[in-house]
C-alpha cells in the first residue's frame, strides 16, 4: 500500500508539489538575508517608547511601526500628501533609507500561498503540502523495510546510482519537508476556520477621557516593553485626544493612554494564537535563519527526488519481465514462481525459463502472486523469492501465503526454493526460508536444499543450476544473467603476454577508461571508472554474438585501472578478440557485482588458491592489503619461465609485506607439481591456520577447483573442521569457471 501511494502521489501531483517546494526554497533565502542585514548590538536595551520617539521625530505623521521576526524595523507615515515608509535602525530609532518591499518576495509569496486563484489555489497549495506529508510518509516507510529497520536507517545505501542518490537526498531531506508539510496543512486548515489561529478575540476599545497628550518617551505603558518583544504600534489619530496607542507584543495586546501612559485592556495571547504563531515560525523561519536555511534546503531536494524517482519508475518499468514462449499454466510441465521488489530477480528467472525450455520442459513462469489455484500437468515447481528490508516479501510476493494455503492441486509436486538477498540485512533471504516452512506444513516435498544467492551473484546462481542439473539428470544451459546493463568503453593501455612456450597462451590486459567522446559533458564528467572491487566481474559481449563472458577483477577502482587475465581458448570467440587488441584498442564491457567472492572484513589469515587465470582476483586482493592482513598464496601453472603470471610483481608485493607467502606448483617441470600437492605439504600449517579463523578463496577452472575441495577435506578431516560449514561462514568460497 505505501509503495502504491507513493507512486501514485509521486508521479501524477509531482508538478504541484514541485512549484510548492521551489517557491518555499526560494523565499526561505528572505528570512536568512533580513536577519544578517540587521544590526542589533543594542536593541535589547531600547525600548519602545525610545524608539517611537525617535520615529516621530524624523517622520511626524507616523502612523505604524512595524518590527519583523527577522528584527527588522519598518515605519509607515503619511507627510505631505504623500504615504512612505523607512526602514529604522533598530538600536537609535533611526531611519535607514526608503523602506522597498521586495515585489519579487511578494510574488513567490502569492504563487506559493495560492497559486495566483484566491481560495481556490490555497485549497490547492493545501492539497500539495497534504501530497507532500503522504509522499514523506510512505517514503519513510518504505526506506525502513529497504534498510532493514529503524536502527540500520542509515546505513550505507546499495542499489543503482539513481536509487543511492534518491535514498541520500530523501535521509537529509524529510525532516524539513516533514515539517514544512505539517505546518503548511495546519495553516490552510486556519485560512479556512478548520483551525484555531487566535484571530477571533477582539479586544474591547477603553473608554479614554483624554487629555493633552504627553511626549511618547515618558509613556510608561511603552517604556515597560523592549523592542525585542514589539510585533506592531499604531500612533492615535493626529488631534483626536480620546484616540488611544495600540500596541501588539509576542505576548499580547493592548492600549495606551497618550495622555498617562497607562497601559488599557491588555489581553494576554491566547494558547491558539501562540501555536499558530509558533506553527508560522516552523513553516517560514522567520526569525530563526538556521530554520530556513533547513526548509530551503530540503525543498530543493524535492527536485532532485523528482527526477530520481522517475528515473527509477522508468527503470523498473522497462525491466519488467518479458518471458517468451511462456506455457499457459494448465499445460505446464514446470512451473517458476517469480518474487521480486525491483525486477531483478526476473533476469535470473529468464535464464531458467529458457533453460528448461531448451531441455525439452513446458515453462510457465508468473509473479508468486499470481499462483494459480491448480497445475495439472506440472512435475516440477520452482520459487525464486526475494527478500525486501529486514525480511519481508516483496511487492509482487506479498499475497504468496495466502494463495499457497488455497492452493487446490496435487502437493506431491516436488518444489524447488530460490533466495535472493543480501548479506548486509541481518534476516538474509528470510522470506525465502519463510516460504519454505510454509511449503513445508502445507505437505509439500522440496526436491532440491533452499539455496540463497546474495547480492545477485551470478557466479553462485551459476553453482545452483549446476546442482539443478545434477539433480534432474538432464543438462541444462542456462544463458548468464548479466545484471548491470551500463556499458563503460575501455582504452587498452598495456598487455603483458605469458605461456606461448607451454601451449596455454594467457595474457593480461590493463585499461583504462576511455574519454575520447564529442560532447562536453562526457567530457566533463568522463574519465571515472564505475565502483567495483577484486574479484568483481567484467562482462565483455563478443562482436558475432550477444551472451556477454565474465571476467575475475584483478584491479579495484581505487587502483585507477581495470585489469584482467585472459587465456586464449581455442575457438574461443571472445577470448581470442581480446587476444587480437593492441594497446590504444577499445573494448566495451559492462561491470558487475560478484560479492559471493568477498574478502571478509577481518584480520584473520587469508589463503588464496589459483591457478593459470584464475590468479587475476587474487592478485587484487593481494595489491590491495595495504593493512598487511597475513596472506598465502598457492598458484598453479605449468612452466616457471613461460606461464608464471605476476611474477615480478608477487615478488614485490611479498618485500612489501603484502603478500606473506608465495607457493607455487609447476606441471610441466621434472618435478611436475600440482597446486594439490604443495597443500598437502603445508597440511599441518593450513589446517591450523583454518582452525584459528582463516578464510580460504579458490578461483579457477571447475576442475582444478573440484581436486581443491576434495584435497582440503582430507587436511580438514582430523580437526573436525567441515567445508560445507566453512561455506556457510563465507570463509570458503570460490569463484569457478
Known sequence: MQQLIHKITGLFLMPLVLVIAISGAALSIYPVLEQTSQSTGSATNLSV??????????????????????????????????????????????????????????????????????????????????????ICVSGLIMLKRRMGGWRQLFSPIRGTLSQRLHLEVARMAIVGLSLSAITGLYMTAATFGLAPDGSGSNIAFPDVKGGTPAPIVSLEGLQNVSVTQLRDLTFPYNGDASDTFTLTTANGSGYVDQATGALLAYTPNSSAKQIYEFIYMLHTGDGLAPLALLLGFASLGVPAM????????????????????????????????VGSEGNSTWGFARSLHDG?????????????????????????????????GDGEAPASANQFMTRLDAYEGDKSVPVAILGFGDKQFSQFCQFAFTVGARFSRNGWHQFMPLATINRQSVQEFARWSNALSQNLGISLELDPVQIDVKRHRLKLVSRADYGHEVQAPTSVFRFEVANDTKSWMSRLVGGRLPAFEPGDLLAITPEGDNVPRYYSLASGRKNGFVEICVRNVPGGLCSGQLHGLKPG?????????????RLKDSRAPVILIGAGAGIAPLVGFIRNNHRKRPMRLYFGARHPQSDFLYRHELGEWHTSGFLHSLKAAFSRTQRRLYVQDRLRQDAAELAALVRDGAQIMV??????????????????????????????????VEDVF
Request: proline share 4%; net charge positive.
Open 49 to 134: 517608547a525610545e524608539l517611537a520617539s525617535a520615529v516621530k521625530q524624523s517622520h511626524p505623521g507616523t502612523s505604524q511601526i512595524v518590527r519583523h521576526a527577522s528584527g527588522q524595523i519598518v515605519a509607515y507615515y503619511f507627510e505631505n500628501g504623500n504615504s512612505g515608509s523607512d526602514l529604522i535602525d533598530p538600536t537609535t530609532g533611526e531611519s535607514l533609507g526608503a523602506y522597498q518591499p521586495s515585489q519579487t518576495r511578494i510574488w513567490l509569496t502569492d504563487l506559493h500561498r495560492s497559486l495566483f486563484m484566491g481560495d481556490g489555489g490555497r485549497m490547492t497549495a493545501g492539497l500539495g503540502a497534504a501530497v507532500m506529508l503522504l
Open 306 to 337: 523528482g527526477a530520481t524517482g522517475a528515473l527509477i519508475w522508468w527503470k523498473k518499468r522497462q525491466s519488467k519481465p518479458r518471458i517468451a514462449n511462456n506455457t499457459k499454466p494448465r499445460d505446464a510441465d514446470a512451473v517458476i514462481l
Open 356 to 388: 528448461l525450455s531448451r531441455a525439452g520442459l513446458r515453462v510457465h513462469t508468473a509473479k508468486m502472486n499470481d499462483m494459480a489455484k491448480t497445475y495439472p500437468n506440472a512435475n516440477q515447481i520452482y520459487v525464486l523469492a526475494a527478500t525486501y
Open 585 to 597: 584498442d577499445h573494448i566495451e564491457a559492462a561491470f558487475q557485482a560478484n560479492p559471493g567472492f
Open 699 to 732: 578461483c579457477g577452472g571447475r576442475g582444478m577447483a573440484k581436486g581443491i575441495e576434495e584435497t582440503l577435506t582430507d587436511i580438514l578431516q582430523s580437526t573436525g573442521v567441515d567445508l560445507k560449514e566453512l561455506r556457510k561462514e563465507g570463509r570458503y
